[in-house]
């Protein structure tokens, strides 16, 4: 030690400190007298933590107990089943920040987190110890062999770099843009298009972007070529219309493996996979599509998606999002169930999203509340007819069919009925000289027809 070893202060390597009593030989030499400094850890007090602890353990008592049925009580087989009230009647947290969000029904889970977070709080607060950043797992969750989201890691004689290079010149941006805003913004409205707009304005400017912002990006390249005549395709990007579906193919597939698409919260990411899979359906796999389709329920999920934005107090932009994705997934699960003529994933009862309302694509992302809707055609009126139908009609008539005593004259009535409510709500305010008015309506009809 020196001589004055008040100039000093021992340094903490661990959280327990021992100090050797004995004067080591440069103290003896010296004949200095050996003063133990005990540096101060402002940690938070014992009794509060054993407080919260024992706070904690009554709350797992409490949930064990809740939990825990009656011996020899009736259980009704349907009363698990979650209807909108049931849902209501929920424990839950839905998180959302920055684009990202996470959401949880457990009520153990619930209540265990606030209960973990604010022990956390009071340790991390109050205590002076080196912070530690957890290690971050890198490593993504990727699908089998032979997936859409992200299961082949290469292609032979395809490279993502080659890729954006050939994509990213500012004219092909801008031609698939536009090609996207003529073919498929009027019949698919999951991205607003204010949104996306600026996001090819900075992959046409050559600014870099962010993960989820490119992966949506190829989900409209995708998009734009798959809706495109194939003889349109060389003049436009300089290879043919086969190569052009599987390169924006691949680089979906990769770029939804680069921002882990599985464990991926980011919005972005969704809509742009939910968006790829419509359209990947014409023409593609649609065996895939449908296997596929079960993945973005389970993420849809765990996003929350399938609860209305309403009951968290969610902004209304994101409000309104959320309904035109979630509703979208309801319909990307009916068509790819009927292509394999099997029953869909979603039932009712297992959400309570409303309807997207009638208004168009201009929303604005800081708006107080909700637009008003508005009546005849909007941008969103063929996405509000199919929703509709699915639960006013697909869902019951699935179940009618199954039900013997349900007379063939009971389901044409509960058909027309419906087909009325839409012409009086919709359909005859539109004027079928335009084109995508008579499109919405032909692709109303039919649904009502099958």
């Known amino acids: 030690m020196s001589d004055n070893p008040e100039n000093k202060t021992p340094q903490v390597t661990s959280s327990r400190v021992e100090f050797n009593k004995r004067s080591c030989s440069r103290c003896n030499t010296k004949k200095c007298d050996v003063i133990e400094h005990i540096p101060a850890v402002h940690a938070p007090p014992i009794s509060e933590l054993l407080a919260r602890l024992k706070d904690l353990e009554e709350e797992v008592s409490q949930l064990r107990s809740t939990h825990r049925s009656p011996c020899g009580s009736d259980v009704n087989p349907t009363s698990d089943l979650d209807g909108p009230s049931n849902l209501a009647k929920k424990t839950e947290l839905l998180v959302l920040k920055e684009g990202k969000s996470r959401y949880v029904s457990d009520e153990v889970s619930v209540t265990l987190g606030e209960k973990i977070s604010e022990l956390r709080d009071i340790i991390e607060s109050d205590s002076n110890e080196e912070d530690c950043s957890p290690n971050a797992n890198s490593s993504s969750t990727v699908l089998p062999q032979g997936g859409l989201f992200g299961g082949d890691k290469s292609y032979y004689g395809w490279s993502f770099e080659s890729f954006r290079c050939h994509y990213s010149q500012a004219a092909r941006i801008k031609a698939l843009w536009k090609l996207y805003q003529e073919n498929v913004a009027p019949l698919i409205t999951i991205v607003h298009q204010d949104t996306i707009s600026q996001i090819v304005q900075y992959a046409s400017a050559g600014v870099d972007m962010t993960h989820p912002d490119e992966v949506l990006l190829f989900c409209v390249y995708y998009a734009a070529v798959a809706s ?4 349109l395709c060389h003049s436009i990007l300089d290879v043919d219309h086969d190569t052009a579906i599987q390169d924006c193919k691949r680089a979906v597939s990769q770029g939804l493996r680069h921002a882990n698409f599985i464990k991926c919260q980011n919005i972005s990411v969704f809509q742009g996979a939910v968006l790829f899979l419509l359209c990947y359906r014409v023409g ?9 389709s079960a993945v973005v329920i389970r993420v849809a999920q765990a996003q929350g998606i399938h609860r209305d934005g309403q009951n968290f107090a969610l902004p209304p932009f994101e409000t309104a999002i959320r309904r035109r994705l979630w509703w979208h997934i309801c319909l990307l699960d009916m068509l790819s169930s009927r292509d394999q003529d099997v029953d869909t994933q979603i039932r009712p ?28 055609f909007t941008d969103n009126s063929l996405c509000i007819m199919n929703s509709q139908i699915m639960p006013n009609l697909y869902w019951p008539c699935h179940s009618m069919n199954q039900n013997p005593k349900v007379s063939s004259h009971a389901r044409e009535s509960f058909v027309t009925n419906l087909g009325k409510d839409l012409h009086r709500e919709y ?16 692709i109303v009809r039919l649904q009502l027809s099958k």
């Open 228 to 231: 495109m005549r194939a003889h």
């Open 284 to 292: 593609g796999d649609i065996r895939l599509v449908w296997a596929e």
């Open 427 to 442: 359909l005859d305010h539109f004027n079928l000289n335009i084109p995508i008015h008579w499109a919405s309506a032909t």
């Open 349 to 376: 009862g297992m959400f309570d999203t409303q309807f997207p309302t009638n208004v168009d694509d201009d929303l604005i992302l800081h708006m107080p509340n909700l637009p008003m809707p508005k009546s005849g």
